[in-house]
Antibody, heavy 117, light 107 residues
Framework: EVQLMQSGAEVKKPGESLKISCQGS????????IGWVRQMPGKGLEWMGI????????RYNPSFQGQVTISADKSTSTAYLQWSSLKASDTAIYYC??????????WGQGTLVTVSS | EIVMTQSPATLSVSPGERATLSCRAS??????LAWFQQKPGQAPRLLIS???TRATGIPARFSGSGSGTEFTLTISSLQSEDFAVYFC?????????FGQGTKLEIK
């Protein structure tokens, strides 16, 4: 069974750093693009970036370029999304999804990130 | 960036009736169009990819059509569990983009 398991909810202060994770199981992790999607409170969905774990080829949405870093560790079948300095406007639910170049067939359960002083 | 526009924003339909949701792209996306269902507190669930191919486990009452810039999701006979928000998404050009969503509510 294909599963994407995301790390738990986080509460951070502005300016702090954060790295959240998405671990894939039940399939060959290196064979599918994985992407990250932001959903701000009560809002729609936005692709932030995607990564191909086999060679770490990464593409960022220009709206998020320079704001976040996406990476992957083949040895643990885990993709990551990280911030070096969080802002209040980063408060959102973040989802990872598999096979994004074909629409995104399996999704993680989401990670709620709250940034508040 | 390709802009995806969904209509209507809210659709009120009675159980057992048909629902038709629309999605328009600002430029052609060929058939690289997916539909998702999202319920409160849940992750989006893929319903349709390739504009018309149902994802694994999706009931036959869900169907998708269209190509180029105009797409439709039809739910033939609404069940109680179908009332949710529906998003279309293009994956023809990066960055991939979603529509703003259609809320399907019980009439």
């Amino acid at each position: 069974e294909v599963q994407l398991m995301q790390s738990g909810a986080e509460v951070k202060k502005p300016g702090e750093s954060l790295k959240i994770s998405c671990q894939g199981s039940g399939y060959k992790f290196t064979s599918y693009w994985i992407g990250w999607v932001r959903q701000m409170p009560g809002k729609g969905l936005e692709w932030m970036g995607i990564i191909y774990p086999s060679d770490s080829d990464t593409r960022y949405n220009p709206s998020f370029q320079g704001q976040v870093t996406i990476s992957a560790d083949k040895s643990t079948s885990t993709a990551y999304l990280q911030w070096s300095s969080l802002k209040a406007s980063d408060t959102a639910i973040y989802y990872c999804a598999r096979n994004v170049v074909a629409g995104g067939d399996y999704w993680g359960q989401g990670t709620l990130v709250t940034v508040s002083s | 960036e390709i802009v995806m526009t969904q209509s209507p924003a809210t659709l009120s339909v009675s159980p057992g009736e048909r629902a038709t949701l629309s999605c328009r792209a600002s430029q052609t996306v060929n058939i690289n169009l997916a539909w998702f269902q999202q319920k409160p507190g849940q992750a989006p669930r893929l319903l349709i990819s390739g504009a018309s191919t149902r994802a694994t486990g999706i009931p036959a009452r869900f169907s998708g059509s269209g190509s180029g810039t105009e797409f439709t999701l039809t739910i033939s006979s609404l069940q109680s569990e179908d009332f949710a928000v529906y998003f279309c998404q293009q994956y023809n050009n990066w960055p991939y983009t979603f529509g703003q969503g259609t809320k399907l509510e019980i009439k």
